[in-house]
């Protein structure tokens, strides 16, 4: 499928690879929640292990590729307002990420605390997550298992304030000078953190500043960077690719060497602890984002023949239910895997059948719970979500007034 032109702005199912690369990002969060529940013996990997194991070991790298895409999808318009001058309407943008985020994060929320609760009064824990104040340390009580994922929702959700700044940032030359002296302050404290001369006081408040917008803003950096170049070159760079003799198997080398290279970066962290990874060695994100958006753009603009492995029906299918998984897939393992062990006499630590045959009855469990959720929360809040984008389109830089086209589903087009 030929990109759009950089006029047009739409949602995932525009680019139908950037759902299954959404289905393949969801699928090493819950290989790497799976092996750890069931094995626990990450900590103990070494250097040397096959880099398969290295992706279901360092899963947490889906949750950055989720990044990533969040920083493609959501700046395509604001990128467009900024080149084009099609307004983005702040009020419209709000109303599309609450009616994305809320209605199926609010579910799981309620649940999770009428679970937790064990006095009328507990019920209180929840308020910080509904307000996102779970990134700031001491704000927000944890609601095991439940909870466990939910700080990259808050970790979005600043990203989704600062990012309407970005036409301003880059329209204007008082908001380019701001934009490139904000940039250097941040580089600078990047630097210091990754090489520990600026630290916080405890080693908490440090884990939450990595797991924060902050921490986590090369990412939606290198997806913002994918979008305008998919925006503004992707038509032209497709059509050289497919013109350049050496880039029908040049283009396949480039993204295997992407993947083997975030393999190989993978196989040498996961040997070491998450928490101290990641408030030791923040700066790994770098290369790690650059070897996913490689293969984003690789796969939105090279004529890969080895692309039906990462786009494909099965994919695109985890990536449509990806949000409700997440959300789900965590608590479901906990109490799962618990209620399998007292009942069967599972190891409680280790790979064999019995665990084989419990893993794969609750993987389908959360597949239909995910279908279910979808059907019944999400996809409503999606139509409506549709329906406001229907009103507004060249707010969002549709190339034509008047309704969506009609082959493609408005809910479909507008996933992100």
């Known amino acids: 499928m030929p990109p759009r032109s950089r006029s047009s702005s739409t949602g995932s199912a525009a680019i139908p690879e950037l759902e299954s690369l959404r289905g393949i990002a969801i699928s090493l969060v819950v290989l790497l929640h799976t092996d750890g529940m069931v094995s626990g013996l990450g900590a103990f990997a070494g250097p040397r292990i096959p880099l398969w194991r290295a992706y279901v070991l360092g899963g947490w790298t889906g949750v950055s590729l989720f990044f990533i895409l969040s920083g493609f999808l959501l700046s395509r318009p604001f990128l467009a307002e900024a080149f084009d001058g099609r307004r983005v309407s702040r009020g419209t943008y709000a109303a599309r990420r609450m009616l994305r985020i809320l209605p199926l994060y609010y579910t799981a929320i309620v649940v999770a605390s009428l679970w937790c609760a064990r006095q009328p009064s507990d019920l209180w824990r929840a308020l910080p997550f509904a307000v996102f104040l779970n990134s700031i340390e001491g704000m927000a009580a944890p609601l095991p298992p439940f909870s466990f994922v ?51 006081a405890t080693l908490q408040g440090n884990n939450r500043l990595v797991h924060s917008f902050a921490g986590r803003l090369p990412l939606f950096a290198f997806g913002v960077f994918a979008a305008a170049v998919y925006e503004r070159r992707g038509e032209a760079l497709r059509a050289w ?28 962290l996961v040997y070491v602890n998450y928490f101290e990874l990641e408030t030791r060695y923040p700066a790994w994100h770098l290369l790690e984002g650059a070897c996913w958006t490689s293969v984003l753009l690789l ?5 890969l023949r080895l692309k039906v492995l990462l786009s494909n029906r099965v994919l695109a299918t985890l990536g449509t239910l990806s949000y409700s998984i997440y959300l789900i897939h965590v608590p479901v393992l906990t109490f799962g895997l618990g209620a399998a062990r007292a009942r069967w006499a599972i190891a409680p630590a280790g790979w064999d059948l019995p665990a084989f045959a419990a893993v794969v009855v609750l993987l389908a469990g959360i597949g239909a719970l995910s279908a279910l959720t979808y059907r019944v929360i999400e996809r409503p809040m999606l139509e409506r979500k549709a329906r406001l984008r ?27």
């Open 299 to 303: 796969v939105l603009l090279a004529p």
């Open 390 to 416: 229907e009103r507004r389109p060249a707010e969002y830089g549709q190339a034509i007034a008047g309704p969506l086209p009609s082959h493609i589903p408005p809910v479909e087009m507008l996933r992100v």
């Open 241 to 268: 690719a497919a013109r350049v003799r050496w880039m029908r198997w040049g283009g396949d080398l480039a993204c295997v060497a992407a993947l083997a290279l975030l393999g190989m970066l993978l196989r040498r």
């Open 150 to 200: 939910w700080w990259s929702l808050a970790t979005e959700a600043q990203f989704y304030v600062l990012l309407p700044l970005l036409p301003w940032l880059l329209a204007s030359a008082r908001g380019r000078r701001v934009g490139i002296a904000a940039a250097v302050v941040y580089a600078v404290a990047y630097v210091g953190f990754a090489f520990g001369w600026l630290h916080l």
